[in-house]
DNA sequence: TTTAACTATTCAACAATTTAACTATAAGTA
DNA sequence: TACTTATAGTTAAATTGTTGAATAGTTAAA
């Protein structure tokens, strides 16, 4: 592939993913509220889906510096959306969880989401939706391998 | 389509596009150096495409306050990498274009940016990454679209 | 000419982030 | 057992990006 039709593909990509993000979260701020901000309703959204989770995991997970991840869960502990546990076994370790208010916020979000989401996938192919993530998916572990070759 | 597909379709999607995003950001924080943040980036890659424009385009482009760009502006003005010059006829406008440092920062980014997808994207067939970015540019219609009913 | 609209900036407040230092706990070793 | 090292999480200072409100200067409209 020549380097002018890589240039157009990686302008393309850059443009595109950029104005999806932002116009994306530009719907979501109005069920958002004053409530969350997006990275609050991405932590929440993780510790519903695993259940219950350490302030490290987030970490990995979001990578970013485990002090950054003790800010955020901070101000969502002081919203009453979190609630950490330490362990008995070993004492370092604090788990955290939503509590029920936290759990009932993030349920009415998705919710919401969802009903956005439906009216834009129904102007989509069911097919054309799963290549699309499909692709977006193999993009994805191929960005992994090229960090581990590193 | 059901409720359940719709969800997973949307955990699938907000999870692969977020991971991408970070491991693709990860990957070009080693080309940035210590010189520019991310944001910085997407700015400066704006402006060079479009040669000079004003701080209300980009808080359209970019979806944020003017005093938001105001501030991105202002730092990488401090750097030495962007030009303000007063439109003679309308005194308000203030044109900003990148100096010449700023034109070859970015171009010395850039280059190693598209090595890096280089070597990516030579794992897909051509007509797969074109089919993506179709799908891709026809999601971020349909969110204009969206946008413009409400 | 007065009023309204527009362009950009400043300032205060807040969220997210990194780096470095620190506390507490657990595990390994001599 | 006592010393050392490693791990989990927090704290504090500094930087960046963001909004909202107020402001200065300029242009357009009444």
Redesign the interface.
């Known amino acids: 592939?020549s380097?002018d039709n890589?240039?157009q593909?990686?302008?393309?990509?850059?443009d595109?993913?950029?104005?999806?993000?932002?116009?994306?979260e530009?719907?979501i701020t109005e069920q958002l509220g004053s409530k969350l901000t997006h990275d609050q309703l991405?932590i929440i959204?993780y510790i519903n889906?695993v259940g219950s989770c350490t302030s490290t995991a987030l970490a990995e997970e979001?990578?970013v510096k485990k002090s950054a991840i003790t800010a955020i869960i901070n101000r969502l502990w002081e919203k009453g959306f979190i609630q950490r546990t330490r362990d008995e076994k070993d004492r370092r370790v604090v788990y955290l969880t939503l509590t029920e208010k936290g759990e009932e916020l993030f349920w009415r979000i998705d919710k919401r989401?969802?009903q956005?989401?439906?009216?834009?996938?129904?102007?989509?192919e069911?097919s054309?939706?799963e290549?699309?993530?499909e692709?977006?998916?193999?993009?994805?572990h191929?960005?992994?391998e090229?960090?581990n070759k590193k």
């Not at 593909?9 to 850059?14: E, I, K, P, Q, W």
């Not at 595109?16 to 994306?24: D, E």
């Not at 692709?135 to 994805?140: R, V």
């Open positions: 592939m380097n890589i240039q593909l990686v302008n393309r990509y850059v595109v993913s950029f104005s999806v993000t932002k116009k994306a530009a719907l991405y959204r889906r979001f990578e989401i969802q956005l989401v439906e009216e834009l996938i129904s102007q989509f069911p054309e939706i290549q699309f993530i692709t977006y998916e193999k993009l994805n191929a960005l992994v090229q960090k």
